[in-house]
């Protein structure tokens, strides 16, 4: 059985840092790629960030780029997204996805085959 798990969410103002950690378990972590997105109140879940099996390629969303980077430890099943110059507009629950094809870094929602429960991330003003 597959399971994702995010930690590392929390409030933080504007301005600050977090970094979201998404354990994996049930599958052969180093061979899929693994993405994160996020759904803030009242609005469709978004791609922000994405990295093959590998980490040797990696994609953002624009609204992160320059601010967000994504990162795997394949000997600890477990991907990371450092957040910094973190802006109201990130506030969302942020979720970690797992896609078997392993060699692209999708932004494609639909593609990813197994999803955590997400982990809230607050930016105060």
């Known amino acids: 059985q597959v399971q994702l798990v995010e930690s590392g969410g929390g409030l933080v103002q504007a301005g600050g840092s977090l970094r979201l950690s998404c354990a994996a378990s049930g599958l052969t972590f180093r061979i899929y790629a693994m993405g994160w997105f996020r759904q803030a109140p009242g609005k469709e879940r978004e791609f922000v960030a994405a990295?093959?099996?590998?980490?040797?390629?990696?994609n953002y969303a624009d609204t992160v780029k320059g601010r967000f980077t994504i990162s795997r430890d394949n000997a600890k099943n477990t991907v990371y997204l450092q957040m910094n110059s973190l802006e109201p507009e990130d506030t969302a629950v942020y979720y970690c996805a797992a896609d078997r094809r392993g060699t692209t870094a999708t932004m494609a929602r639909n593609l990813y085959d197994n999803w955590g429960l997400g982990t809230q991330v607050t930016v105060s003003s």
């Open positions: 990295i093959n099996w590998s980490g040797g390629i990696t």
